[in-house]
């Protein structure tokens, strides 16, 4: 123990004896190291917003739709493969299936004016489940409720940019009028505005668009106006977001049972966007930790560069200890502690420098201040395992030098 | 009184590439406990080589080395550097202090590799400058100190383990002649303590300090007095 200490304690004195080279020493793992914390921080940070984000669509979200088949010389069947009638199959019969809407969208190039002003928007045909199921929350008024299902009811329900085009988010937009494709519908509620930075395609063949230009309508106007008892495609919520998939395939197979094979279905289940999403984050922060990784390894080279000069340089210093009794063992143990003294104040000051730099990063952007603790630790052993590796071989070097030369050396 | 050490027939040979240098061919010794003894010879003579023999920094080819009875050359190189720092008190030419410790830092040095606890270090350390006279000195780096204090710093660390023989090569070498009579003076003040004191020296005058004078040519002792 006594040895050890005295060896920190020298490894620290031969250090400050050069800092300018100590410094430059450091600099490789420094700079691996504060990478390793700003990687593992960023893909923390990432995955939170992605996830808070998936989150507002509803976690345990669920859709199911036709595949439409084009192979040539097949004649596409006509309809969408779901009616309304199957959507009442599939409240009864899938277990897994908590909530279910039917869905018809209007989606490309509609219209929305409120006297003199008009916002593009997409119309979207629902049930009264729908706003459970998308987590779609109201700023003021009402969502559907099953009398304007049936009567089929002139009302909408509008999103927050909707309003802030129409009503420039300031008039009460309540039993007013908008016009939607020259048919005139009362606004009953505004919808609570969600966030889209990450992801903004996700949904039926990645084609929700910005949730904040929908307009909520009945499906069953949508029905009437296209004479149809069809419904686009089926948005469901399973009770949990480990059952999502499963109850996926129960739909799947209701449908595929009730048109007895004749139409193929596709499904996406939000649990799917969440692991894509997260393979995605982690892909990069691979990509990044092994450039985190090079440098690290420039690093420990660097470390054993100067090693091995300093044990040229101390050749003397060495045959004096061992003329006064240092063994082999403690030569190469105060050379290894060196070594690992300057590769961990390099991680030390690595992971001070990634702390602040992940600090500044985050709070520019406005995201939470987070850091990856896994990472914190793993660079801290990181840096050891360096200082360990780069400082072996000339410490061997040193410890084997025979002290009669050693003390002749000049 | 057992001899402190006994050289029986001592064989060195160095190889350098292809010629093979006899160092010592059959040096046979014996030194008293208390004795002062120069060692003398031109350079070659294999005055440093049997010098690196006593001071077990290597060991012979053949022959026998028995330090205070131990049989040295049969000792595995593992427990050379033990026997060094447990009886062997180096003095050299170059002091060989290092830089950036201070004095009594450098005396500790041979402590620390025998285990010695903190406060038993600086006690220790701070005995054997004072008894070379450097009580003053003892926070000095060694190029804040004349050469004549810097030998004397390497005199404490040589003593500071209380070893059976003190090994001098050369160590007026560096000094002007009134520093080397002062450094010379310790060596004869530790003599009467009793400690065992061998030098080896180039200079003829120092041999006046000393009780007995061998003197080695060609790897071989060619008079001993």
Known sequence: ?410 | MKPIIEIQGIHKIYSLGETRIHALSGVSLSIKRGAFISIMGPSGSGKSTLMNIIGCLTTPNSGTYLLEGENISQLPYSALPYIRNKKIGFIFQQFHLLPKLSAICNVKLPLIYAGYKFRERHLLAYEALASVGLKDRISHLPNQLSGGEQQRVAIARALVNQPVIILADEPTGNLDSNTGKEIMGIFKLLNQQGKTIILVTHEESWTAYTSRIIKLKDGKVVEDE
Not at chain 1, 34 to 62: D, P, R
Not at chain 1, 208 to 226: D, F, G, K, L, S
Request: include cysteine; aromatic fraction near 10%.
């Open chain 1, 1 to 410: 123990m006594n040895r050890f200490l005295e060896c920190i304690r020298i490894a620290f004195l031969s250090m400050s004896t050069n800092k300018l080279r100590t410094t430059l020493t450091m600099l490789g793992v420094i700079i691996g190291v504060s990478s390793v914390v700003i990687v593992g921080a960023v893909g923390k940070v990432g995955k939170k917003l992605v996830f808070e984000e998936l989150e507002t669509f509803g976690l345990t979200n669920l859709w199911v739709y036709r595949q439409w088949e084009e192979k040539p010389g097949k004649v596409e069947k006509h309809g969408t493969g779901i009616t309304n009638d199957d959507i009442e199959a599939i409240r009864e019969q899938c277990s897994l299936v908590n909530l279910v809407s039917p869905c018809l969208g209007k989606w490309g190039g509609v219209w929305a004016k409120y006297k003199t002003k008009y916002a593009k928007i997409i119309v979207e045909g629902v049930d009264v489940d729908y706003a459970k199921i998308d987590n779609a929350y109201l700023e003021i008024g009402r969502f559907l409720i099953t009398d304007d299902i049936e009567y089929r009811r002139n009302i909408c329900i509008i999103g927050s940019d909707v309003y802030q085009k129409l009503f420039n988010g300031k008039e009460d937009p309540i039993n007013l009028q908008i016009y939607i494709e020259n048919k005139s519908y009362t606004v009953v509620g505004v919808l609570k505005r969600k966030d889209r930075n990450f992801i903004e395609n996700l949904g039926p063949k990645g084609s929700i668009p910005n949730a904040n230009e929908r307009v909520i309508i009945p499906y069953t106007i949508i029905q009437h106006q296209e004479n149809t008892k069809d419904v686009h495609y089926i948005q469901a919520s399973a009770y949990s977001k480990d059952m999502a998939n499963e109850a996926t395939e129960q739909i799947k197979k209701l449908l595929t049972k009730r048109h007895k094979g004749q139409y193929t279905y596709e499904s996406e289940t939000m649990q799917e966007h969440i692991e894509f999403a997260n393979t995605i984050i982690n892909i990069l922060a691979w990509i990044a930790l092994t450039a985190a990784s090079v440098s690290l390894i420039v690093g420990g080279i660097g470390i054993m560069n100067i090693m091995t000069t300093t044990i040229v340089e101390r050749t003397k210093e060495i045959g004096l200890r061992k003329a006064i009794g240092a063994g082999d063992i403690d030569i190469l143990v105060q050379f290894l502690v060196e070594a690992i003294v300057i590769s961990l104040c390099g991680g030390i000051i690595g992971i001070g420098l990634g702390i602040i730099i992940t600090f500044i990063l985050e709070v520019l952007n406005k995201y939470p201040f987070i850091i990856s603790f896994v990472y914190l630790v793993l660079a801290f052993f990181v840096s050891i395992v360096v200082g360990v590796i780069s400082g072996i071989y000339p410490a061997i070097r040193a410890a084997s030098l025979d002290p009669v030369e050693a003390l002749r050396y000049e």
